[in-house]
Antibody, heavy 118, light 106 residues
Framework: QVQLKESGPGLVAPSQSLSITCTVSGFSLTDYGVSWIRQPPGKGLEWLGVIWGGGSTYYNSALKSRLSISKDNSKSQVFLKMNSLQTDDTAMYYC????????????WGAGTTVTVSS | QIVLTQSPAIMSASPGEKVTMTCSASSSVSYMHWYQQKSGTSPKRWIYDTSKLASGVPVRFSGSGSGTSYSLTISSMEAEDAATYYCQQWSSNPPTFGGGTKLEIK
């Protein structure tokens, strides 16, 4: 059964950095791309970036300077790091697996809430 | 990037009523994908490749469209269909989502 589960700090102070981990099961990170997507409270979905099976990455250009996505295939973990957080970075952060044959997200994690506040 | 505009933003329907929501793309896309999200939960793949229903999705749902205009239709509204629906494209980078249509039951 394919599953993704995010874990993060919950609360981050303004100007600090954020680190979130996505732990996957039921598939190999070498075979599928995993994206990070966020959703501010009461708002829509924003795609942040993707790490492909081979390890290459592609980022949302609006956030590229602050984002880094990496992974550890042996631990089945994908990592999101974002620098210089501000209050408008407060959101639910999801990781999602790209479908094998289509350009969409077929399985999502439950998400982890990140609040930026002093 | 391709901008997806969903309409209406909010709508309500009575049980048994036919529902149609639309997603308009700023440039032509090959396929449109739809997700259902209920309050407090993560989005679920609902319709993919424009018209294919994800496993477990009732057959009263359908998707159609081409080019810049796509739609999701419910043939007969049921209470469990109340949710927010998002369209998404990845015909070109970056992948983008529409702003969502919130569907409520009357």
């Amino acid at each position: 059964q394919v599953q993704l589960k995010e874990s993060g700090p919950g609360l981050v102070a303004p100007s600090q950095s954020l680190s979130i981990t996505c732990t996957v099961s039921g598939f190999s990170l070498t075979d599928y791309g995993v994206s990070w997507i966020r959703q501010p409270p009461g708002k829509g979905l924003e795609w942040l970036g993707v790490i492909w099976g081979g390890g290459s990455t592609y980022y949302n250009s609006a956030l590229k300077s602050r984002l880094s996505i990496s992974k550890d295939n042996s631990k089945s973990q994908v990592f999101l790091k974002m620098n210089s957080l501000q209050t408008d970075d407060t959101a639910m952060y999801y990781c999602a697996k790209k479908a094998q044959l289509g350009w969409y997200f077929d399985v999502w994690g439950a998400g982890t809430t990140v609040t930026v506040s002093s | 990037q391709i901008v997806l505009t969903q309409s209406p933003a909010i709508m309500s329907a009575s049980p048994g009523e036919k529902v149609t929501m639309t997603c308009s793309a700023s440039s032509s896309v090959s396929y449109m994908h739809w997700y259902q999200q209920k309050s407090g939960t993560s989005p679920k793949r609902w319709i993919y490749d424009t018209s294919k229903l994800a496993s477990g999705v009732p057959v009263r749902f359908s998707g159609s469209g081409s080019g810049t205009s796509y739609s999701l239709t419910i043939s007969s509204m049921e209470a469990e269909d109340a949710a927010t629906y998002y369209c998404q494209q990845w015909s070109s980078n970056p992948p983008t989502f529409g702003g969502g249509t919130k569907l409520e039951i009357k």
